[in-house]
């Protein structure tokens, strides 16, 4: 069993700054990309930012020089984010591309965090 655990969320006014944190926990063998995605009311989940194993980071046009991911360990990401707007009000979810087993690999998903800035 794994579990994915978000945290960090909160309300910020627009130009502040928050810091989410992520990490997996349970049978792992392994883990290869962790990244962070988001969602708003009424809109489809999208990708904000990945990382992989080798620590190669892919970002969203919408937070690029703005958003920065990093690993602190093979289990544990975070995603600070700077100069926020209201745009980017969502719910924050992490996903971890988990191996569990030699024929076991699977994505898996936190519960996610809410993230809400004023303008």
């Known amino acids: 069993q794994v579990q994915i655990v978000e945290s960090g969320g909160g309300l910020v006014q627009s130009g502040g700054s928050l810091r989410l944190s992520c990490v997996a926990s349970?049978?792992?063998?392994?883990?290869?990309?962790m990244g962070w995605y988001r969602q708003a009311p009424g809109e489809q989940r999208e990708l904000v930012a990945e990382?992989?194993?080798?620590?190669?980071t892919k970002y969203a046009d919408s937070v690029k020089g703005r958003f920065t991911i990093s690993r602190d360990n093979v289990k544990t990401v975070f995603l600070q984010m700077n100069s926020l707007k209201p745009t980017d009000t969502a719910v924050y979810y992490c996903?971890?591309?988990?191996?569990?087993?030699?024929?076991?690999?699977?994505?898996?998903w936190g519960q996610g965090t809410q993230v809400t800035v004023s303008s």
């Open positions: 996903n971890a591309d988990v191996r569990t087993g030699i024929m076991a690999r699977r994505y898996y």
């Open positions: 349970g049978t792992i063998i392994s883990i290869s990309a």
């Open positions: 990382i992989s194993s080798d620590g190669t």
